[in-house]
């Protein structure tokens, strides 16, 4: 066997990435019209702090209306109680350094704990930046007055930019997502079967028509990756179709990607003669078992010594734990919608947060890592780079492969986002004299965003790409006149991945392996857990709660694995070669041990 062509270069990956699927544009519509929206009330209005609100916009959900306000709550919560945060420990110290800079570190530090331990990351992201922000505003020794009115404002801006974002939403985005996650579901499955069957029918080496159109289908699903079934996966969370939807949803989203990424490499491969009826054989059977989840049929186990062998064999097992994961499924969707409704109460704290010490140590590191920052732009009095400090908060993820990929694409995203705020405050600003021809200038830059933001596995760049673009260029109600602040958030953000490294891959590593491996850890005391209430008599009430707990618990981690599958590659050093083995071995243990938790589950009695 023989590969033809090898879809590698940095050109494809970026073609792959950037390349249009359903919904792409008009969610980059979306955001450009609810921030160019919120621009032009925010002039208007002469409303300070709007730039960095309207920068923070492009990090929350807006997928679904109910998401989008619930995620905007939340934003706006954090935000309110920096703001409550920063105000009273300044009075009640009466602005004393030593006690500003405790203050700093207590906020940064409860704010990291409850980033990783709550169910709300995203107000604590949101608590801890803003409470920097607020808190390092002090530093220049302004007026009391002058202090609360900027935090004050910082509210008021960014109430306003989520209002308009939300406004947008509830007025063109889908209410539907449960039906279009069924038709993407689908329609995966449905190009896996025309696939296998075109390889079955067909000599792969000749390429008919028909194996080729099946291989291009195939092949712009796997461009497209699993990123818009995760994004209608969030727009369900919290919604009445949410209780009606199967349980190991996002773990079958999971197979289902490594399933297509796989199997497109069949269509450049060439198989020798010997091998061409073993293919044929194997293909026709993996064609049957898509048909079979396509149509939603439940059939009984196929014995593993009729699997296909060879090229086929790891791709038969996963379809195989597709199947059964959706026949358990169905079987606990159908005897538990009751106890799944009146379980869906709030939790503050994810499961088990209080047995470990993960969260503690994260916030550890964390603090360190800021305070550092802090200390290091402080003593050189360059407040400019204070930027470094945010690379830490929103880059600080728990593995190291997970943070250097962050910071890899922050950097980039802010590099792309000062050279255009740049050559906007050099070249366009001057000839620019109302907010028409200011509108003019921001639309495309946020579409460019929002359509960099919906990529797979690069999003945060585009992120980035705003945050950087509208601090250089929105720093007022007039033209900018200094090109300094592109260049200084630059370099605050490479001292603060310097500082990152030093902390968190150097003086304290948690590998992507050693992530992994809690990880598997979890799901498999999850599945312990769920096999131990079930031997116990009349409590049927308890199983149904608690397995709600530890289904939401898989869930997570389940998530986790897929953004960490990726992120391995950015594990550098003398360790690469041995993380990206174990890393393999792990998810394919992951894999296997959620499969038995959902099989368990498929087991609870009505």
Known sequence: MSTRFHRGTMLELLQDELSPYPGRTAGALRDTLGIVLAVVIAMTLQLPGFSLSAALLLLMQRERPGLTLRAGLQILAGCALAAIASIVWVQLTDGNEVARFLGVALCVFVSAFCMAASTLPMLWTI????????????????????GVSYCLFQVASLALVLACATAVEYLFASRHPAEELNQELHRRLSALARFFAALAQDDPDTRPPALRRAHRDLLQLEHAGDFRLHELYDRLQGSEEAARMPVGLQYRIGILTRVIRKSVVFGFTSFTADASDELKAGARTLAALCD????????????????????????????????????????????QALERHRSNGFRFFQPGVFEQSEQVIYALKLTLAVLTCYILYNAVAWPGILTCVVTVLFTGLNSTGAMKQKQLYRFAGAVIGGVLGIATVSLLFPNMDSVTSLVAVLAPVVFLSGWVMRSPRIGYVGVQI???????????????????????????????????????????????????????????????????????????????????RLRGMVSVELTNMQQMDFAAQFEIGR????????????????????????????????
């Open 127 to 146: 608590f801890g930046f803003y409470g920097f922000v607020d808190l390092a505003y002090w530093d220049g020794h302004h007026t009391a007055s002058a």
């Open 292 to 335: 079979l989840a396509a149509a939603g049929q439940r059939v009984d186990h196929v014995a593993l010594a009729g699997a296909p062998r060879g090229p086929f064999e790891e791709i038969f097992r996963e379809l195989q734990q597709y199947r059964e994961v959706s026949a358990a499924a169905v079987d606990v969707a159908g005897r």
């Open 466 to 548: 705003g945050f950087a673009f509208f601090l250089s260029t929105l720093q007022g109600f007039g033209p900018p006149t200094q090109l300094n602040p592109a260049r200084d958030r630059v370099i605050g953000i490479a001292l603060g991945i310097g500082v990152m490294w030093f902390v968190f891959d150097q003086l304290w590593p948690v590998r992507t392996s050693d992530a992994l491996g809690s990880a598997l850890r979890k799901i498999n005391g999850a599945t312990s857990r769920l096999h131990t209430l079930m031997l116990q008599a009349d409590a049927a009430e308890v199983v149904a709660a608690e397995f709600q």
């Open 575 to 606: 360790h690469r070669k041995r993380e990206l083995v174990r890393t393999r071995r792990l998810l394919r243990e992951i894999e296997g041990a959620a499969a038995e938790f959902y099989r368990e589950a498929g087991r609870i009695p009505a």
